[in-house]
């Protein structure tokens, strides 16, 4: 079975640009999240979709924002990056419910200059 | 406000000696605790969770104890490989959310 990927891995922006990260979970996964790694502030919860709604939300400004296809890949957007925004984003997809294992892709690593 | 720490950033065990974790946490309200496990340019990966009602579990190598009390809780290896360098996080649940700690980086020393 595939695991979760993220594309782009890698991506550089200026501020006040926007950008859009993608997540394909493993097939057969309703449930994805997303998650800013950076070294200060650690793992931070961004949201979660289920079924292509937002089940779940973290405490970031709106700026992040995302949304969940009918084939459960999903997408966050960042508009207006700021330089405090380049971090690892993280994306997990479990089966469904909350009990189910969850299973992180690579990341997609973001610079803002 | 944090509501789950990792006080040490990192730290550096001897091949074959036991690792030892540590996490507190401020919430009582807290469902389930998970570790992590990290490697650089790769996403976290399951280690071990621990229930709230229970004070132990135990998987190979790994043992997470759980004191409610004193709202802390620990992930013994043992004994520690030189696999085992990576940085490992904490983690606790509530109303269906996660939270992370900010992760200790784990060095094992030949």
């Known amino acids: 079975k595939a695991g979760v990927t993220q594309t782009p891995r890698y991506l550089i922006k200026t501020r006040g640009q926007q950008v859009t990260l993608s997540c394909s979970p493993i097939s057969g996964h309703r449930s994805v999240s997303w998650y800013q790694q950076t070294p200060g502030q650690g793992l931070q919860f961004l949201f979660e979709?289920?079924?292509?709604?937002?089940?779940n939300k973290g405490n970031f400004p709106g700026r992040f924002s995302g949304r969940q296809f009918s084939n459960s890949r999903s997408e966050m957007n960042v508009s207006t990056l700021e330089l405090g925004d380049s971090a690892l984003y993280l994306c997990?997809?479990?089966?469904?419910?909350?009990?189910?294992?969850?299973?992180f892709g690579p990341g997609t690593r973001l610079t803002v200059l | 406000d944090q509501q789950v720490k990792q006080n040490s950033p990192s730290l550096s065990v001897q091949e074959g000696r036991i690792s030892i974790l540590n996490c507190d946490y401020t919430?009582?309200?807290?469902?389930?605790f998970l570790w992590y496990k990290k490697y650089p340019a790769e996403g976290p990966t399951f280690l071990i969770s621990i229930s709230s009602i229970k004070d132990k579990n135990e998987d190979g190598r790994f043992t997470v104890f759980l004191n409610k009390s004193a709202k802390h809780l620990s992930l013994h290896i043992v004994p520690s490989q030189p696999g085992d360098s990576a940085v490992y996080f904490c983690?606790?649940?509530?109303?269906?959310?996660?939270?992370f700690g900010k992760g200790t980086r784990l060095h094992i020393l030949p």
């Open positions: 919430n009582s309200m807290f469902d389930y």
């Open positions: 983690a606790a649940t509530r109303d269906d959310k996660i939270i």
């Open positions: 997990a997809s479990r089966g469904g419910s909350f009990e189910d294992e969850q299973f």
């Open positions: 979709y289920f079924s292509e709604t937002q089940r």
